[in-house]
């Protein structure tokens, strides 16, 4: 899987949920976090299941934040 980088404000708020889901209960976290990671290799691997943007597929937004 290639390397994922986020904006520093979207990296803080993963961290806060994380934070969040693990005061709801613990390992809660974790398991958001995992469900993160097969989100981005589902999109990594079905770039046409990105997101569009101004009606097209935001394909180059997304890979501009993943590195090998």
């Known amino acids: 899987m290639k390397r994922v980088t986020f904006h520093r404000l979207a990296e803080l708020e993963l961290v806060e949920a994380v934070e969040f889901y693990d005061q709801s209960r613990r390992g809660l976290g974790d398991e958001f976090?995992?469900?993160v990671e097969r989100a981005i290799i589902?999109?990594?691997r079905y770039p046409k299941r990105r997101p569009k943007?101004?009606?097209r597929c935001g394909g180059s937004l997304f890979l501009a934040s993943l590195a090998r």
Do not use: C, I, K, S
């Open 53 to 55: 943007r101004d009606g």
């Open 33 to 35: 976090l995992d469900e």
């Open 42 to 44: 589902f999109l990594d």
